[in-house]
T-cell receptor
């Protein structure tokens, strides 16, 4: 059974710092992996999707990497801003399975 | 273009009443998902629709929960005889195809008194 883990559960850093959020999964036979952000009281926003054949995806200040063999993905945020404060969730699609298996999220606070 | 919309945004109901939650997916998206997020918890998969195929209801927590998708577009999630433990945010998502990026609606916050 696939399990997705995000550590730490919460992270607080000063504005301007570069930071890395971690996501690990137990079964490497994934179809793809997605990173989302969730703002308080709101729905989820898709940030990046990495196919199983890809190593990384970039969007603006965000870079997501994927290492299937080690069961890990990281979300790198450059030059963090207070507006980046949110909960970041990763989720995986398994082969031939449309369900997303979710991590519990990392709550990120960027201090001005 | 318009994203995924959900209505109502908030719903307060009394225990034992039935509720209907609506989801309008992005036009052209064939896949539609319902999730539930309880306070401080992760997302819980409920049900999935893909085109005209029979939905996967494996995530529905009890037979009080049901969902329909009419004409391959709008979906309604119905909870009968609501219980206090049904209180949660119900999120709907759609994707162009199964396995693709999922786009979420703002959710319906349900409170059962």
């Amino acid at each position: 059974k696939q399990e997705v883990t995000q550590i730490p559960a919460a992270l607080s850093v000063p504005e301007g710092e570069n930071l890395v959020l971690n996501c690990s999964f137990t079964d490497s036979a994934i179809y793809n992996l997605q990173w989302f952000r969730q703002d308080p009281g709101k729905g989820l926003t898709s940030l990046l999707l990495i196919q199983s054949s890809q190593r990384e995806q970039t969007s603006g200040r965000l870079n997501a990497s994927l290492d299937k063999s080690s069961g890990r993905s990281t979300l790198y945020i450059a030059a963090s801003q207070p507006g980046d404060s949110a909960t970041y969730l990763c989720a995986v699609h398994m082969d031939s399975n449309y369900q997303l298996i979710w991590g519990a999220g990392t709550k990120l606070i960027i201090k001005p | 273009g318009a994203g995924v919309s959900q209505s109502p945004s908030n719903k307060v109901t009394e225990k034992g009443k039935d509720v209907e939650l609506r989801c309008d997916p992005i036009s052209g998206h064939t896949a539609l998902y319902w999730y539930r997020q309880s306070l401080g918890q992760g997302l819980e998969f409920l049900i999935y629709f893909q085109g005209n195929s029979a939905p996967d209801k494996s995530g529905l927590p009890s037979d009080r929960f049901s969902a329909e998708r009419t004409g391959g577009s709008v979906s309604t999630l119905t909870i009968q005889r609501t219980q206090q433990e049904d209180s949660a945010v119900y999120l709907c998502a759609s994707s162009l195809a199964s396995g693709g990026s999922q786009y979420f609606g703002p959710g319906t916050r349900l409170l059962v008194l």
